[in-house]
Every structure is written in C-alpha cells, then in structure tokens.
Nanobody
C-alpha cells in the first residue's frame, strides 16, 4: 500500500509563489510514476506535472510550463511542486498521485492507483 499526504496550500495573491509537498510512504516501487493534478470547482481533474522516478524525467501541462517546477527529495521521500507566478486560474484543489508502472498516458488521472487527500490553493487577483 502507498500513502500520499499533501501540504502547503493556502491563500495567496496573483504573482506570489507557493510550494506544495507530497510525502510518500509505503511499498517501494509502487510509486515509480508520480504526478500532480488539480481540480477547480465544477471542473474535471486536470493534469499539472509528472515525474518518472527512475529517470527523473518531468513533464508539465502547457498551462504551467515555465512557472511550476517538480522536484523529488529521495532522502525525505517527498515530492515538491514549486509554483511561481501564480494566477487566479491556478485556483484549485491540488492532489498528488502515484502508480507503479510507466504509462504514456500520464496525463490521465485514470492511470494512477494512489491519491492523496488534496491541498487547497486559492489565488486572488
């Protein structure tokens, strides 16, 4: 079993920065592919960023490319999402997710087996 716990959300102004954390625990190898998704009210869950842990390769949604950065601290078993230049459209509940297998469909939430409870980000304009 894998457990994911997010933190770091909050209320900020447009242009500010936040760093979200996702602490990972559980079966080694079960979280080879990790991602952040977000969901705004009355919207579908949206892909934000993903990392394939064995190679450290990262991918980002076009909407956040150049503003958000995904890193992994293996010593702390924690994945971070650094969010800079926040915009009102970034307002959402942010969830980290994990799956054991590589998938080319990493932008689909259906590919992930494990999910955290989410952390809320609100950006005021």
């Amino acid at each position: 079993q894998v457990q994911l716990v997010e933190s770091g959300g909050g209320l900020v102004q447009a242009g500010d920065s936040l760093r979200l954390s996702c602490v990972i625990s559980g079966r080694p190898g079960a979280n080879n592919f990790m991602a952040w998704f977000r969901q705004a009210p009355e919207s579908d869950r949206e892909f934000v960023a993903a990392m394939y842990r064995p190679g450290g390769v990262t991918n980002y949604a076009d909407a956040v490319k150049g503003r958000f950065s995904l890193t992994l601290d293996r010593t702390k078993s924690t994945m971070y999402l650094q969010m800079n230049g926040l915009k009102s459209e970034d307002t959402a509940e942010y969830h980290c997710a994990a799956t054991s297998h590589y998938t080319p469909n990493y932008q689909s939430p259906d590919e992930y087996q494990y999910w955290g409870q989410g952390t809320s980000v609100t950006v005021s304009s």
